[in-house]
Each structure stands twice: as structure tokens, then as C-alpha cells.
């Protein structure tokens, strides 16, 4: 078992590991993930001599590779390795860069980049440039051993620790995460229904929710600026236990899900003729430049009354055709429209729909802070872990010197040591 251990901890492997697991997720990438048979049917038909048609695609589970088994085993053999490297390789060095490692023979130049011998007298003021360069000094007898910058030996243990809680908030997240759209009108109690991404340990946990009113703001050009749902999270007897006006990234949250605002659209115009309430749908329509959206109310008194209205915003603005397209005015909520077989029409109101998106990921926490952890991690590696190691003999002082980066920058830190004039 420890023979595997070690064979897994091999930087070689866990490289060979990262890099398929990079291959895997560009190719992830590339193709389309989630989406329907009949979409990869059509995607990647059958060609004479083309391996990599839609058969191919779904029996290897390429259109959902993130959440295959295979996928989710190689990124446990990946965290293995570094967990097995970090406790068999990168401890050990911390530790062995902790150790007092004096100098046992005077003749050993090649341990350090640099080499100096100075005489006997300027032993005193090589120390006190030793201290004033913030090196911890050690002493065993005549050799002295010295040190600055062990925290940049403890960069590689975080990038490690990093990458494996960035592993560790992606499987979770693919397990245990779900994606849900709805689209909702104003005033209506909804669930969660249109579920798109759901993991495979997931249990739903549904939590009613009522949309209470939907509003856009526009700006001077008449364009949308933001637009606003006020949402009640709802208890298992209908009663409101949070209530909060959601926007565009100023989602709500509750027991792990967050909604966020998403989409908006037109669905109904709210009409009474004579005293009955109607709803119209409104179907939007295409346009280049702007939404657009057309309703139709019948009102059978000739063959050219019927209404058409055409709308573009939700201030209750309406452009009104008849019903072979010729404009007639321009009527707004609030107006009465009187014909001559009796019909009064009144406009009350326009029912818009807000697009929510809800989602669950509990390991979202774990991926900030490996990503977090990472950052730190490269300031870390910038600091030079630097030794010193000197020799006092009788007629003359051996100075040894190395560094694990910035060498240019340690050999003037070294010079400036050698200064030994006294300050």
C-alpha cells in the first residue's frame, strides 16, 4: 500500500494526472455540455470514417463529462496525489529546512552558491550584519548557522492545500449542486420545477416562494437601466418568513439557495369589457433593436374594429392598430374605449414575468477559499528561503551562502553582508 502511496505522490504522475485532467476539461469546453439527443444527433452525425459522432459522445458520457464517474475518480486520484506528496515530500522539506543544518566540514564550498574567507578579526561585525539583515542565528560550538524566509518553503504546502479544497468544492458542487429556472408572473406562488442541472446526491429541498410585484427602471433613453423583484420566501403554511427586492447580482438567499434575477418578459394585458374581467396574452415578437410585444382584442362590432396593440415597455404605453395593421392612436392604463355596439373597454393593467434563477452549491465555500489560499500562496513564493553558514577558526572565518530564488538579489544582500565596517 505504501509502494502505491509513493508511486502517486511522484510529481511525474500527479503532472500526468493535471494534465489530463486539463485535456478533459477543454475537450468539456468544446463540447456542448447538458443538452439534448437530438441536438448531438444532429451535432455529430454518423460519418463514414469519423470516430467522433454522437454515439461516441454520450456511451463515454462526453456531453456531461464534469459529472461522469470517471471524471470525478481521476480528480480523486489527482487530490490523492498531492495529499500523498504534501505529507511524504513537502512536510519532510519544511522540516529539514527547519532543522539546524551547521556545517560540519569547513572545506564543503559546494553547499552554497557563494564562498568567502575573511580574516579572524571581522567575526564580531559579520554577526551584527547578520542580525541587522533580520537572520535567525544559530550557534553549535565554533559554526554558526543562519536563516531568513522560511515561510516561502511553506508556499508549496499551500498550493497543495489549495488545489486539493478547489477539488474538494468541485465535487461537492457536481454531486450535490442544482441549477433551477422559472419563469414566474407577478403575484403567483411558485416552486421549484424547471430544474436544468441537478447532482446526483441532491435532495431537493422545495421552498414555496411568492413574487409580489416586478418593476423596471429605464433610463433616459428610454432603455432598461435595471429592473426588480420583490420576493417572499414562504413557510409550510404560507406565511412569510423572508422578504427581499432582488435585482440583477443582488440575489436572495435562504436554507442554501440563492435566487438571482435573470430575465423579464410580457405575458398578459388585463382588460374589463362591460363589467367582466379578461386576460390577452402578449406574445412577443422580433425585433433587431428592442422588445417588442402584440395583443389582440376582439371586439365584433364590423369586420375593421378589433384592436391590435402593440407595446415595447412596461410604463402602459400602447401603440393601437386595427386589425388590418393601420395605426389608429396611441392609449395608455387607465383609458376606456367606448364603441358603438355597446362595448366599453378598459385597460387595467399589464401582468409582466420575472426569470429567476435558483441554485444550490455547497461547495462554491471550499472553491473562494482554495482560489483564495492559491493568491497567498504565490506572494509566498516570491520570499527567498536564504542560509548562511560560517565557520570561526582560529585564523580566519568561512562564509558559505545559497539561496532558493533571486539569486542576483541574494548575491548583493551577501556583498552588503561582507561590508564589515561598523555602523
Known amino acids: 500500500m505504501l509502494r502505491i502511496v509513493k508511486f502517486i505522490a511522484d510529481l511525474r504522475i500527479a503532472i500526468l494526472l493535471l494534465l489530463m ?3 478533459f476539461s477543454i475537450l468539456g469546453s468544446i463540447i456542448e455540455q447538458e443538452k439534448t439527443f437530438d441536438f448531438y444527433k444532429t451535432s455529430y452525425p454518423i460519418i463514414e470514417n469519423n470516430l467522433f459522432n454522437y454515439k461516441f459522445i454520450l456511451f463515454f458520457g462526453l456531453d456531461h463529462i464534469f459529472k461522469t464517474f470517471w471524471f470525478t475518480i481521476l480528480l480523486l486520484i489527482f487530490g490523492t496525489s498531492l495529499i500523498s506528496c504534501t505529507f511524504l515530500q513537502q512536510f519532510p522539506s519544511l522540516d529539514f529546512s527547519r ?86 408572473p407577478r403575484s403567483e406562488i411558485f416552486y421549484i420545477q424547471n430544474i436544468l442541472d441537478n447532482g446526483y446526491l441532491n435532495v431537493i429541498k422545495q421552498c414555496p416562494a411568492r413574487v409580489n410585484d416586478f418593476w423596471i427602471n429605464y433610463n433616459s433613453k428610454e432603455l432598461v437601466s435595471q429592473f426588480y423583484s420583490n420576493i417572499s420566501i414562504l413557510g409550510a403554511f404560507g406565511n412569510e418568513i423572508k422578504n427581499q427586492t432582488i435585482s440583477v447580482n443582488k440575489p436572495i438567499e435562504f436554507n442554501g439557495l440563492t435566487w438571482y434575477q435573470t430575465d423579464w418578459d410580457l405575458i398578459a394585458i388585463r382588460v374589463k369589457i362591460n363589467e367582466i374581467l379578461y386576460q390577452f396574452p402578449l406574445t412577443q415578437i422580433s425585433n433587431t433593436n428592442k422588445k417588442l410585444w402584440i395583443s389582440w382584442i376582439p371586439v365584433f362590432s364590423d369586420s375593421n374594429s378589433d384592436i391590435i396593440l402593440l407595446i415595447e415597455n412596461l410604463k402602459g404605453i400602447f401603440n393601437k392598430y386595427n386589425e388590418i395593421g393601420k395605426f389608429k392612436n396611441i392609449i395608455e392604463i387607465g383609458d376606456n374605449l367606448k364603441f358603438s355596439n355597446g362595448l366599453n373597454i378598459s385597460l387595467l393593467d399589464i401582468i409582466p414575468s420575472t426569470g429567476l434563477q435558483i441554485k444550490l452549491d455547497p461547495g462554491i465555500i471550499y472553491i473562494y477559499i482554495g482560489f483564495g489560499l492559491l493568491i497567498i500562496s504565490s506572494l509566498f513564493s516570491y520570499i527567498s528561503y536564504s542560509r548562511i553558514w560560517i565557520v570561526n577558526q582560529s585564523d580566519k572565518v568561512k562564509i558559505v551562502g545559497t539561496t532558493t530564488r533571486s539569486k542576483f538579489q541574494f548575491e548583493i544582500q551577501f556583498l552588503k553582508l561582507l561590508n564589515l565596517k561598523k555602523s
Open 21 to 23: 485532467i486539463i485535456i
Open 99 to 184: 532543522s539546524l543544518n551547521f556545517l560540519k566540514n569547513p572545506k564543503q564550498k559546494r553547499v552554497g552558491n557563494f564562498y568567502k574567507e575573511l580574516s579572524h578579526d571581522n567575526f564580531p561585525f559579520l554577526l551584527e550584519n547578520l542580525r541587522n539583515q533580520n537572520f535567525f542565528i544559530f550557534q553549535d560550538k565554533n559554526k554558526f548557522f543562519a536563516y531568513k524566509g522560511i515561510i516561502g518553503r511553506i508556499g508549496p504546502i499551500i498550493v497543495h492545500l489549495s488545489i486539493i479544497l478547489i477539488l474538494v468544492g468541485s465535487i461537492i458542487a457536481a454531486l450535490t449542486g442544482l441549477v433551477a429556472q422559472e419563469i414566474v
